[in-house]
């Protein structure tokens, strides 16, 4: 289960569920999970977006269809017969839910142990994920990022 930011780079990660339990329980598990239901996740404020006079919006964890809802949880409209908005809205959400994954392709792309089966036990195994994962972000910010370059081989 992991957080992501827009440059790939992981801000919250829980690792160590067993891999038969469902997103949604595994969210709702851990430790970012439970402050956000709780509400006492540090959050920022709801703002006025931009060239608008709406109501102050909150800010919100983008996530997939198998999570609950959540005023600071956006998630697609569930079902087939949905209007053309709804579609909409669930294909720019699909676009930001990439990010989630692109970082985990570039994530197992650099670190290739991730991409066998760690005959380790589990707790270490643990280690070496969350190692990977800061790993990660320790690259990302001191290279940047060349996408291209993951995807050519």
């Known amino acids: 289960m992991a957080v992501v930011d827009a440059e790939y780079c ?3 990660i829980d690792v160590g569920a067993c891999g038969r339990e469902g997103d949604s329980t595994v969210f709702k598990e851990c430790s970012f999970g439970k402050k956000l239901y709780a509400e006492i996740l540090d959050l920022p404020a709801p703002v006025i977006l931009p ?16 999570f609950g809802l959540h005023k600071n949880l956006l998630r697609p409209f569930p079902g087939r017969g949905i209007d053309q908005k709804k579609n ?3 294909y720019r959400l699909s676009r930001a839910i990439r990010y ?8 197992s792309n650099k670190w290739r142990v991730l991409q066998i089966t760690i005959n380790v036990k589990s707790d270490f195994a643990d280690i070496i994920v969350k190692t990977c994962c800061v790993l990660h972000n320790f690259v990302r910010k001191r290279d940047g ?3 291209e370059r993951y995807f050519e081989q």
């Open 51 to 66: 060239n608008t006079n709406e109501n102050p919006q909150p800010f919100v964890i983008v996530a997939d269809e198998a």
């Open 88 to 90: 909409v809205f669930n």
């Open 10 to 12: 992981f801000i919250y």
């Open 100 to 107: 989630v994954e692109c970082s985990f392709g570039i994530l």
């Open 145 to 147: 990022y060349n996408f």
